[in-house]
Structures are given as C-alpha cells and as structure tokens.
C-alpha cells in the first residue's frame, strides 16, 4: 500500500511526460523530460514522507542537530525514536517519544539514564518548532 502511493505519481508524471515530449519538437523534448523527471522525483518524495507532530523529516533533522549529543531521530510509525550519546561520548542511548491525545508529548527512555538532559531538551526544542510550524499554516 505505501509502495503504491510512492510510484503512482510517478508511473503518471512519467507517462504525461513521454506523450507530451513526443508531441513538442526536438529541441523542447530534452527540457520537458527534465522538468517532467523532476516533477516525478519531488512527487515521489513527498509522497513517502513521513511526519510526527506535523514536522517533516528535515525539520526533525534541524532539531536533532540544536540538541547538545543528539544523534538523530527516526519516525518509527507512531513514534519518534531520539538517539544521543552520553555525556562521555562512549554510549549511545535512544529515548522514544510519542503525543497523546491531547498533544502532550510523553518521553519513553528505552536506553540510558532517566535522568539524562539530552532527550528533555530535545523535546522542549520539538514542542518549540512544532509550535512555530503550527503557527505558520
């Protein structure tokens, strides 16, 4: 089913662009098929991203990335896995986040110390984009 929803804008996009490539003349055939690969790649894109709390991958990937030890993060179905090293460096540790009904975002440690700061600022920094993502819709 998610394959599916990957390769369909594709399969279109592709076929769109053989026909319309066909029926222009040579010297625009070239420019269309690379507007048209382009099209298809971003829709296939878009199509498989997944999201928690209303954040993309990228976004998530930014947070990660203003958070003292953090590794990354993966959507992992309705969950958020944080992955950050300890405080010397040696361990890696994952902490999994999820949302409630409400939108409380409850912190799970899987791995590690529970009273390690890396997985509660990088919650607080994840409340803090959702919250300007929301805003800006």
Not at 4 to 28: D, E, H, Q, W, Y
Not at 47 to 56: P, W, Y
Not at 70 to 82: Q, R, V, Y
Not at 89 to 104: E, P, R, V
Request: net charge positive; aromatic share 8%; hydrophobic share 40%.
């Amino acid at each position: 089913m998610k394959i599916s929803k990957a390769i369909v804008p594709l399969v279109v996009t592709t076929v769109f662009g053989c026909f319309a490539a066909r029926r222009g003349n040579s010297g625009k055939k070239s420019k269309a098929i690379s507007e048209i690969a382009k099209f298809a790649s971003d829709a296939t894109v878009n199509a498989s991203e997944k999201t928690f709390g209303g954040l993309k991958q990228s976004a998530l990937d930014e947070v990660v990335s203003n958070t003292s030890r953090g590794l990354k993060a993966i959507i992992n179905g309705d969950k958020l896995e944080f992955w950050y090293k300890s405080a010397s460096g040696k361990h890696d540790y994952i902490s999994n986040l999820t949302m409630d009904s409400t939108g409380k975002v409850i912190i799970d440690i899987v791995k590690g110390h529970y009273d390690a700061n890396s997985p509660r600022i990088f919650a607080e920094n994840l409340i803090e984009a959702m919250k300007k993502a929301n805003k800006n819709l």
